[in-house]
């Protein structure tokens, strides 16, 4: 059963970094795509970034704008969001997720998705 948890996520102040992390375990990753996904109160979930397991090709939504690095370990089974000049706009809970069959079609959509980990408050203070 495949496994996934979050970990990094709390307050800080405009301006400032944070680093997530999402340990998998559980399963064999080489075929997956890991993606970040992000749910403010009120808002639907909106895809933050995603990498490939294998090949390290790695995609951002739009409005990152050179501010969030998605990465991968494989040695660790972690895949890391560093979060830099952080944004009031930018609290919400961080969701890591897995796609066992990697497509980037559709690496930016949850419902494609197949596990999800429980998600880590991130907090952005003005």
């Known amino acids: 059963q495949v496994q996934l948890t979050e970990s990094g996520g709390g307050l800080v102040q405009a301006g400032g970094s944070l680093r997530l992390s999402c340990a998998a375990s559980g399963g064999t990753f080489t075929t997956y795509g890991m993606g970040w996904f992000r749910q403010a109160p009120g808002k639907e979930r909106e895809f933050v970034a995603a990498?490939?397991?294998?090949?390290?090709?790695?995609y951002y939504a739009d409005f990152m704008k050179g501010r969030f690095t998605i990465s991968r370990d494989s040695a660790k089974n972690t895949v890391n969001l560093q979060m830099n000049s952080l944004k009031p706009e930018d609290t919400a809970v961080y969701y890591c997720a897995a796609k066992a069959a990697y497509d980037s079609r559709y690496l930016g959509h949850h419902y494609a998705y197949d596990y999800w980990g429980q998600g880590t408050q991130v907090t952005v203070s003005s």
């Open positions: 990498v490939s397991w294998s090949y390290g090709n790695k």
